[in-house]
């Protein structure tokens, strides 16, 4: 296992093990100080621990997590079918109408740096009700917003509210569920997110061409309301936090909590200077975030390009167009069904050959290798079939394929990261990974219109493919050399 290498990443290290488990594991067995009877106390068969829970209470938790999810993904792009509308009412050029949904996307980069770690220190549950709240209202403001200044602003505190509940999720998950069994409601999980850019534009294009664009945000004001709802049904799997309460429960002695100053230290080593030192330093997490930024980015630049090539190739209405991304939905379901069919030919055999211990985490990448083929293919199959003379179906097609690769590379490299780093560390490489993603993707859209227009569709799709052919390999040296570079990692990872 890879040690942190100098005094300080040492000291940190173990203050934030400290932190996160250490003193918790004290609270397993204690003593009634007060009837001085000893209270013997088993965590791992402790119904408080959600990995005892009943089934039900697991499916609620998923439920929720993957209602939350898709929530903030459909308000990312149900706004794209209104970039004719804001030009019209704002008076805005072509550029600066595609703001609200950028700076949305963007958002969605910054708001885990501050939701994750807070979610560290007073549970998940207190950090899914709040922000979710907060990104309602500010929904509502935007849909009544006067100016278009006003409208940008409060999309980017929308996407800003709403960002933590895609990155605490997978904390969720990994806290009711055993590693055993996480494959399906990590799927579930990841999958949510991922239709949302698919049935955005679907119900937005009908909602804006009947009801105007204000109707957009009506509409994900009743997801929302929908998504409070099973956050009220839903508990909290902080494991620290629950041991705490448990144990109070049993009038146990309860270990003093960290002080604010290592608390404040802690934030900023988890949220801000360890993703970015980890981006600059760890070939793992540079690589797979920029894999997965660019091919992010890329399917975000089809909210510009899909109505472009379809309105002004086929003649395609609004409404029409909006529903050519519907092919992203069916490409995410088969993607989806391809890693639980990696999972249960590949992995699953891989845990019963490891007999308990951890499977090399580049097992997990199996899905990665056959959806990186189906990126640039989809891609250049796009490119020089979305022409009037070659049927409308042909590129839907392509997108579908797109959206499959998409989807197998981003569920399994994101699985690997989390097999690969250890502890607290996993939290910084998945920030690193969330940033990098949703920065690229906010500015892809601001020049698709211009790239498709001065380069053709053929050309302009076609550097997009050259784009995934370059990082096609990513997942494949790591399959292979995976085990040497976690070896060579200043941080904590698993064992080769």
């Given amino acids: 296992m890879a040690q942190v290498k100098n005094d300080q990443d040492i000291d940190m290290h173990a203050k934030i093990e400290d932190f996160s488990s250490s003193s918790e594991d004290k609270l397993e067995a204690g003593r ?16 408080s621990n959600p990995y005892n829970w009943p089934t039900r209470l697991k499916v609620q938790q998923v439920f929720m997590i993957a209602s939350a999810a898709l929530t903030t993904s459909l308000s990312v792009s149900i706004l794209s079918p ?20 950028s700076l949305y996307v963007f958002a ?20 899914y009700i709040g922000t979710m709240v907060l990104g309602t209202l500010f929904t509502m403001g935007a849909g009544f917003s006067p100016t278009f200044a006003g409208l940008c602003v409060l999309r980017f505190l929308a996407g800003f509210c709403y960002a933590p509940t895609l990155a605490i999720a997978a904390g969720t998950i990994n806290e009711t569920f055993k590693p055993v069994k996480r494959a399906i409601p990590s799927t579930i ?13 679907v119900i937005g294009s009908f909602v804006v061409n009947r009801k105007g664009w204000r109707w957009t945000q009506w509409t994900m004001i009743f997801f929302a309301i929908f998504t409070l709802i099973t956050i009220g049904i839903s508990r909290e799997t902080f494991h620290p936090i629950l041991k705490r309460r448990r144990s109070k429960e049993l009038g146990l002695d309860i270990p003093p909590s960290q002080p604010l100053s290592s608390k404040i230290r802690l934030f900023a080593t988890i949220a801000l200077v360890r993703p970015i030192h980890m981006l600059v330093t760890e070939p793992i997490v540079a690589f797979i975030c920029l ?19 379809f309105q002004g190739v086929y003649r395609f209405s609004i409404e029409d167009s909006g529903l050519v991304f519907l092919a992203i939905v ?16 590949f992995y699953l055999p891989q845990v019963a050959k490891h007999k308990g211990q951890q499977v090399p985490p ?22 020089w079939t979305a022409r009037a003379d070659i049927s409308w179906g042909s590129p839907v097609v392509a997108i579908m394929l797109f959206a499959w690769g998409n989807l197998c590379v981003f569920i399994s490299t994101t699985q690997y990261l989390v097999d690969a780093y250890h502890g607290l560390t996993v939290a910084s490489a998945m920030s690193a990974n969330s940033l990098a993603r949703y920065g690229l993707a906010a500015a892809f859209p601001l020049f698709t219109i211009q790239m498709y227009t001065k380069l053709g569709t053929g050309w302009a799709s076609s550097l997009l493919g050259f784009i995934a052919v370059a990082l096609l390999p990513v997942p494949w040296v790591f399959f292979k ?3 040497k570079l976690r070896a060579l990692s200043k941080y904590e990872t698993a064992e080769n």
């Fill in 362 to 383: 580049e097992h997990r990448l199996y899905p990665a290798l056959i959806g990186s083929l189906g990126l640039p293919v989809g891609l250049f199959w796009f490119a």
């Fill in 82 to 101: 209104a970039h004719s509308e804001f030009m019209t009412e704002f008076g805005v050029s072509s550029t600066v109408a595609i703001l609200p949904l």
């Fill in 108 to 127: 969605l980069g910054l708001g885990p740096i501050v939701g994750g770690p807070l979610s560290e220190t007073v549970g998940r549950y207190p950090v």
């Fill in 291 to 309: 894999y997965v930024a660019c091919e992010f980015a890329t399917l975000f630049s089809f909210f510009a390009a899909i109505p472009l090539i």
């Fill in 330 to 345: 069916v490409g995410c379901l088969l993607g989806s069904i391809t890693v639980l069919l990696c999972n249960i030919i």
């Fill in 481 to 483: 050399t995976g085990n």
């Fill in 32 to 47: 009634n100080a007060s009837g001085g009877n000893s209270v013997t106390w088993n965590w791992d068969d402790d119904p």
């Fill in 189 to 201: 999980f990841i999958l949510s997110p991922f239709l949302g850019p698919g049935l955005g534009p």
